[in-house]
């Protein structure tokens, strides 16, 4: 009697002790695939994440963040394309600009100057870059900056800018403009400065000229 209740006890503790063992391979099982989950979940925010950085430099680099405008910049009274207002872009200063519709952040009266200039980082010389308005530039010798004044730069509207030193290229006094838009390539631009007012068209105009070439 003694010997079954004992085959039995034996035989009750080894089915638990297999039971236990399964449960552990289930437990094991479960928080790997959810960590893998979270793993992929957290790779994708990541991407995402950095994407978004990049965008955000490539704003910073196209112009101006709001309030770091240069010192003194006088606001256009009576611009012909008032802020809020669109106007079609007739200048190429980067790619798929030319054509893009343009809606205006800010018309500011200044000098606006070209000016050719070796960066600072190492890249090739850049010739007859547009634009630059007053406090961007520094006269070399703190005189009046003319045509082929030597200056320094003082903004960096691209990578290698700031503190470069050139010469000035051409000299206007007009009206400029801080925009955004959307280029042919399907890329927004925001903040883009500078823009000067004969390089914009209302759409009227632009429609004019198309007609005019003939197409």
Not at 82 to 100: L, W, Y
């Amino acid at each position: 009697m003694d010997s079954k209740i004992l085959l039995v006890s034996m035989t009750l503790l080894t089915v638990l002790l297999l039971s236990a063992c399964g449960w552990g391979d289930s437990d094991d099982e479960e928080p790997t695939e959810a960590g893998a989950d979270v793993t992929n979940n957290l790779d994708g925010t990541d991407k995402q994440v950095s994407e978004e950085e990049t965008e955000e430099d490539a704003v910073d680099h196209a112009g101006h963040a709001e309030g770091q405008l240069p010192e003194g910049l006088k606001e256009a009274e009576n611009p012909k394309f008032p802020v809020g207002s669109t106007a079609v872009i007739n200048a190429s200063h980067t790619d798929g600009m030319e054509g893009a519709i343009a809606t205006i952040k800010g018309a500011y009266e200044t000098t606006v100057y070209s000016v050719s200039y070796t960066p600072t980082n190492g890249d090739p010389f850049e010739e007859n870059h547009k634009w630059f308005v007053e406090g961007e530039i520094s006269a070399m010798d703190d005189g009046e900056i003319a045509v082929d004044s030597d200056v320094i730069i003082n903004v960096e509207h691209q990578a290698g800018m700031l503190g470069a030193e050139g010469a000035v290229d051409t000299v206007e006094d007009t009206t400029v403009y801080v925009v955004d838009y959307t280029n042919s390539l399907g890329e927004t631009v925001t903040n883009h400065v500078w823009l000067k007012e004969s390089e914009l068209q209302t759409e009227k105009e632009s429609d004019y000229d198309t007609d005019s070439d003939g197409n």
